[in-house]
């Protein structure tokens, strides 16, 4: 796979609600609670302003525009960046999957999407690899989105059989469309693996080492992927990402092991030698700098029923709580 497709694999996104949102009048809703969460929407008429912690400015949103909500950080959406919000859990009901949810007798607003719930224990790493906010505005990006999310409306109001499941997939697809038309316009002065994976030169690299992350990368053979010299790739690397090539080799390889050691029963000698090392002491040497524990001790964790992410193997639903889209 591709190193996006990587990443939202291990992510392991599941539409934990997927629904509508009509509003009327003067209107403040704030979003609080969003750890592992990535939303995904789609604004179908109308217009508001988003706001999210951390960011400066407020973004204005108008019909047509889709935008991602992928690092779980809590955010405001509001018909007037003035009024006094109110918080979401005074808005939106119990969870009822592919609902609408009427506010001030709507038809001013509309808007369609989903929350994901992501699981594991390396979500936090993961989604920080992701931007804070994914704005889709220019009309042939919005043009290929269109027909999920006037699918995705006719499920929601129609309820017609099957139509959840229909709405969860249309969701996958805004999700990873968004991404990689933010992907395609390239991101200039940002910093990190968003940035690094939309410049084409760096982003070979990146996906040399996803395809092959037991190989003995080199800057060298690097560089030649990037077609850049070993130091000039070096330093456009560390400026673009924020790491260094083989800082983010060795994370990515940790974040590999992390998932086999959660979900597979292989015996860290086997991981160990697939991701390159040659003595298990040597990986447990380089999982502990990166995770901050060692391999025995993360699997501890993963599977201690008092760990905040701990799911019985057989799980397969996440239990929802509010019918926020």
């Known amino acids: 796979m591709d190193p996006l497709s990587d990443v939202l694999s291990l992510l392991k996104p599941r539409s934990y609600v997927s629904a509508g949102f009509d509003a009327g009048g003067a209107w403040s809703i704030q979003f609080s609670n969003q750890h592992d969460f990535i939303k995904c929407y789609a604004v179908v008429s109308g217009e508001c302003w988003l706001s999210m912690q951390g960011v400066q400015d407020a973004l204005h949103l108008k019909a047509g525009d889709c935008f991602v909500l992928p690092c779980g950080r809590s955010f405001r959406l509001a018909s007037d960046i003035n009024v006094t919000p109110i918080d979401s859990s005074k808005v939106f009901p119990s969870a009822r999957a592919g609902g609408i949810v009427s506010y001030n007798g709507g038809g001013d607003f509309f808007l369609v999407g989903s929350r994901f719930a992501v699981s594991g224990n390396n979500a936090s790493k993961l989604l920080a690899m992701l931007p804070p906010i994914v704005h889709i505005r220019k009309e042939a990006d919005q043009a290929a989105l269109r027909w999920s999310v006037e699918r995705m409306m006719h499920e929601l109001r129609e309820g017609e059989p099957g139509g959840a499941l229909i709405a969860q997939h249309l969701a996958h697809m805004m999700l990873v469309q968004a991404l990689r038309l933010h992907l395609a316009e390239g991101q200039n002065d940002s910093v990190g693996w968003f940035a690094a994976l939309a410049d084409k030169q760096i982003g070979a690299a990146i996906a040399a080492m996803h395809a092959d992350p037991a190989h003995r990368w080199t800057l060298q053979e690097l560089g030649k992927r990037a077609g850049m010299s070993r130091s000039t790739f070096a330093l456009k690397f560390k400026d673009t990402a924020g790491e260094t090539p083989m ?17 597979s029963s292989d015996p860290i000698s086997v991981i160990a030698m697939s991701l390159g090392y040659e003595s298990e ?23 201690s029923p008092k760990s905040p992410r701990y799911k019985p193997r057989s799980a397969t639903l996440h239990v929802a709580h509010s019918a926020q889209p």
């Open 281 to 303: 002491s040597a990986f447990s040497t380089a999982f502990r700098r990166v995770m901050d524990c060692s391999p025995r001790q993360y699997c501890r964790r993963s599977n």
């Open 247 to 263: 800082q983010y080799l060795a994370r990515w390889r940790m974040v590999l092991a992390g998932e086999r050691l959660e979900n």
